[in-house]
């Protein structure tokens, strides 16, 4: 008679990939990047083992090295991978009716918005009667320094995370010659977004329209996707108005993701 033994946990068959999804698992759900020593503590791996697949992890994308901090942070495949499975699934679902009763209660136009790397990608928009397109159509890809959903969610990373996005100045592209040019003038524009409990923009997506957005967080603290509304310059509701009715509309859409 064959004894099985009595394990919690079944031999991984691939031990390799199983290590691998054991360590990006664990790196999601850290609230800050993490040493690499730590991680082969937690998960009981051989520290060269951790290293090496680290290093190829890393020249995948989907983590960042963190020299000077000598930490391990999820990179941008990590987030391109959460965005397609966001545009796919739950979020899409979930965020159409807030969205939809967003737009009725400000009769402006709103959409939903996940980050893919240092853009984002709209996967929700209604438009509001009698107001005119925009070009955050579902499926539009934006520099996310230059709009709201995008300025709300990096305000809630990382700041190392932040500053392997936009490396250097050629990071920072333009649509109507407004927004931060430079490093220090995102992080001061970060700071401030973090300080209001808001992101906003004023002609930097298209001229002559502003928008207010807000974070949708998960429960590790890292922005899914973010919430907004988009209206004529001069027209349309007071910012502050707006930008509590966003907060309200992005926490009821983190409360039923969690």
């Known amino acids: 008679m064959s004894v099985i033994p009595d394990n919690t946990r079944t031999a991984p068959q691939v031990p390799a990939a199983d290590q691998t999804l054991r360590i990006l698992r664990h790196l999601a759900t850290r609230p800050a990047p993490v040493a690499a020593s730590a991680i082969a503590r937690d998960l009981d791996l051989p520290r060269s083992t951790v290293h090496h697949l680290l290093n190829t992890l890393c020249?995948?994308?989907?983590?960042?090295?963190?020299?000077?901090?000598?930490?391990?942070?999820?990179?941008?495949?990590?987030?391109?991978?959460?965005?397609?499975?966001?545009?796919?699934?739950?979020?899409?679902?979930?965020g159409r009716p807030l969205v939809a009763a967003l737009a009725d209660r400000l009769g402006e136009s709103t959409h939903l918005g996940v980050l893919s790397g240092s853009d984002v990608v709209y996967i929700v928009e209604e438009?509001?009667?009698?107001?005119?397109?925009?070009?955050?159509?579902?499926?539009?890809?934006?520099?996310?320094?230059?709009?709201?959903?995008?300025?709300?969610?990096l305000a809630a990373l990382p700041r190392e995370q932040?500053?392997?996005?936009?490396?250097?100045?050629?990071?920072?592209?333009?649509?109507?010659?407004?927004?931060?040019?430079?490093?220090?003038?995102?992080?001061?524009?970060?700071?401030?977004?973090?300080?209001?409990?808001?992101?906003?923009?004023?002609?930097?997506?298209?001229?002559?329209t502003r928008s207010v957005g807000a974070a949708v967080l998960d429960a590790s603290g890292w922005p899914?996707?973010?919430?907004?509304?988009?209206?004529?310059?001069?027209?349309?509701?007071?910012?502050?108005?707006?930008?509590?009715?966003?907060?309200?509309?992005?926490?009821?859409?983190?409360?039923r993701l969690r």
């Open 162 to 208: 932040v500053r392997a996005l936009y490396p250097h100045a050629s990071a920072f592209s333009t649509r109507t010659g407004l927004g931060p040019g430079r490093a220090g003038e995102l992080r001061e524009l970060l700071r401030s977004i973090r300080a209001a409990g808001y992101a906003s923009e004023d002609g930097e997506v298209t001229s002559g």
């Open 59 to 94: 020249d995948h994308g989907f983590v960042l090295h963190l020299r000077e901090a000598r930490r391990w942070a999820l990179g941008t495949s990590a987030s391109e991978l959460a965005g397609g499975f966001a545009r796919q699934q739950p979020l899409a679902r979930l």
């Open 127 to 153: 438009r509001a009667p009698r107001r005119p397109a925009l070009v955050t159509d579902v499926g539009v890809r934006l520099p996310a320094h230059l709009t709201a959903t995008g300025r709300a969610m």
């Open 224 to 255: 899914v996707a973010a919430v907004a509304v988009t209206w004529s310059s001069g027209l349309g509701p007071a910012e502050a108005d707006a930008a509590k009715t966003v907060i309200e509309t992005a926490a009821e859409l983190q409360r």
